[in-house]
């Protein structure tokens, strides 16, 4: 596609819900990065694919964060049992090479856990 | 841990009158983004920029990566350049954000 794409684009869950939330990348990126910006502040990074192998997961918060990306295109961010603090809004972005190169973000997730 | 930093965390221009926003960074980056995030929370790219000077139409940039930091110029402002201003520096795998400038252009 012409950007990357994201959804949902909102999801509200209650607490203790499992949340998938899914990124397509602009196509033939290499890269893929997932951040996550909580209100008012800046993004900040969770983890990091080149292809389909996941070199850099030092962000994400907690055991309860997975991502994955199985053909080195789609991605899915799963988070299991949902707690307040993980209401943010989650962010894609892909870069055509290496790490170095621009980044192109998704319009996000918003996400409100209840 | 990498720290970068941004001034004024608030702004408010006249419609035409033109800015100057500031980044700095801790530690020498790989490579530095400027974005605006819109009101409805899109990033837009506005430069990568390592190093020297690049413009676009009302906007330009310049980053002095020796002296670690990074400007972003905005000439003749218009309302539609209301929104969040950031900077981020590429360290390793990963953008690293500052906390933004919130730019307020009242007509």
């Known amino acids: 596609g012409a950007g990357v794409s994201q959804s949902p684009r909102y999801k509200v869950a209650k607490r203790g819900q499992d949340v998938a939330l899914r990124c397509d990348p602009i196509?033939?990126?290499?890269?893929l990065f997932w951040y996550q910006q909580a209100l008012g502040q800046g993004p900040e990074f969770l983890t990091y694919?080149?292809?389909?192998?996941?070199?850099?997961k030092s962000g994400l918060p907690s055991d309860r964060f997975f991502a994955e990306r199985p053909e080195g295109s789609v991605s899915t961010l799963k988070i299991q049992r949902t707690q307040q603090e993980d209401s943010a809004v989650y962010l894609c972005?892909?870069?055509?090479?290496?790490?170095?190169?621009?980044?192109?973000f998704g319009p996000g997730t918003r996400l409100t856990v209840l | 841990g990498i720290q970068v930093e941004q001034s004024p965390p608030d702004l408010i221009l006249q419609e035409g009158a033109n800015s100057t926003l500031r980044c700095n960074f801790s530690?020498?980056?790989?490579?530095l983004q400027w974005f605006h995030q819109n009101p409805w929370g899109q990033l837009i790219n506005l430069f990568y920029?390592?190093?020297g000077t690049k413009q676009n139409g009302r906007l330009s940039a310049t980053t002095v990566a020796t002296e670690r930091y990074s400007l972003l110029y905005i000439s003749s402002s218009q309302t539609t350049d209301s929104g969040v201003y950031f900077c981020?520096?590429?360290?390793?795998?990963?953008?690293?954000f500052g906390a933004g400038t919130i730019l307020r252009v009242k007509s």
């Open positions: 196509s033939g990126h290499v890269s």
């Open positions: 972005a892909s870069s055509s090479g290496l790490t170095t190169d621009t980044q192109y």
């Open positions: 920029i390592p190093s």
């Open positions: 981020a520096g590429i360290y390793g795998n990963k953008l690293v």
């Open positions: 530690d020498s980056v790989n490579n």
């Open positions: 694919f080149q292809n389909e192998a996941q070199l850099d």
